[in-house]
């Protein structure tokens, strides 16, 4: 018997298969208004000056790198905080890439990273813009703050009502926080003016793919199990006709201007875009969403492509779209190139989707 067989612990298998995934759309239409409503909210963050107030702080590679908090002024209730970590080699003149870090759900009060790099400009900030100890934050602060951004009983961006006017719901404030993260770090002297990177996992893949749609120039996206992806069957979800848990929230058609599958059609077709992590068990961030936001990208799937998205317990092959089979492991991943985009699959141990033509 294995270790499993020898517990008490119940052991389930979340997996299943993917048949014609090309063909899985998200169903309504995008609002009528789409794009005006993302010109008048960019129009409300072009009225705050890009500004910062910097506190230094230690790095943990003095020696390479220089650390700051930041709080940058923004449009809506409150500003965009986090760490900026920048190479001392800046001091001599030479120029990085910049680097967006934005982070999963919570309301943990933010520290600085434990980790530093000496290749990148490094921007990681947190979705709320709160107060930092830095600025003077107490812990009184932070269950201040987890009170104040929760609503009628539910936590942050779940609540229906709230979000029936696109500009009231929580994550009207949140895109434009991570637009303002990417001007500012366009201002930094050491910047190369060329890479702007942005990457993050579960709803920090959201406000990645947001990132690349929001018209600051985004060449990188590498968004881990995004959330945001097709929320519309997250109604069927809740409903109980797909598989669920407690992380869908509740469909209004406001949505519809923060849903990943729509913003999809604003990513550039020079940007970068990749899916470094996708899982079949995944309730929080199921596949057929970001199924359907990969396929609303400016892109076609390669007609070779076959293999494996996530998930499975030893080496797997893929074809790529070079035809090349390849293995891979649960440390490692490969992707699929159409026309800029990549779309990475990955191992991990909690099951397998064979992705059939």
Not at 9 to 14: A, L, S
Not at 22 to 39: G, N, S
Not at 103 to 124: C, F, H, T, W
Not at 247 to 267: D, H, M, N, Q
Request: aromatic residues 12%; proline residues 5%; negative net charge.
């Amino acid at each position: 018997m294995n270790k499993y067989e020898k517990s008490n612990k119940k052991v389930f298998f979340d997996g299943g298969a993917g048949v014609d995934i090309d063909q899985i759309r998200t169903l309504p239409e995008k609002p009528a208004d789409f794009d005006e409503f993302w010109d008048r909210q960019f129009k409300r963050l072009d009225l705050v000056p890009v500004k910062a107030d910097l506190v230094e702080i230690e790095s943990p590679r003095p020696d390479t790198t220089r650390r700051w908090a930041v709080r940058i002024d923004c449009a809506g209730l409150r500003p965009v905080t986090g760490y900026l970590t920048v190479p001392k080699a800046v001091d001599e003149g030479k120029r990085f890439p910049a680097r967006l870090e934005t982070a999963g759900y919570g309301v943990s009060m933010q520290g600085p990273p434990s980790a530093a790099r000496d290749n990148e400009i490094v921007l990681n900030i947190n979705a709320h813009g709160m107060k930092l100890r830095e600025f003077g934050a107490t812990e009184a602060d932070w269950k201040a703050l987890k009170w104040e951004i929760s609503s009628h009983g539910a936590t942050y961006a779940f609540n229906a009502k709230q979000n029936e006017d696109p500009e009231v719901a929580y994550f009207n404030g949140m895109f434009l926080r991570v637009k303002r993260a990417l001007q500012y770090l366009k201002t930094l002297e050491g910047w190369n003016g060329k890479d702007l990177i942005a990457s993050g996992g579960s709803q920090g893949g959201m406000q990645t793919i947001w990132a690349a749609a929001c018209g600051e120039g985004v060449t990188d996206a590498w968004a881990d199990i995004p959330w945001g992806c097709d929320w519309f069957s997250d109604k069927a979800r809740l409903e109980g006709k797909f598989p669920t848990n407690n992380w869908y929230v509740p469909w209004t058609e406001s949505l519809g201007y923060y849903e990943c599958a729509f913003l999809a059609k604003r990513i550039p077709a020079n940007c970068r875009v990749t899916i470094s992590r996708a899982g079949l068990g995944d309730y929080t961030c199921p596949p057929r969403g970001i199924a359907a936001f990969w396929n609303a990208l400016e892109s076609v799937w390669d007609e070779n492509y076959a293999g494996v998205w996530h998930l499975g317990e030893g080496a797997l092959p893929l074809k790529d779209s070079s035809n090349v089979s390849r293995d891979f492991t649960a440390s490692d991943g490969t992707g699929i190139v159409n026309n800029g985009h990549i779309f990475v699959t990955y191992n991990d141990w909690h099951g397998t989707l064979f992705f059939m033509q």
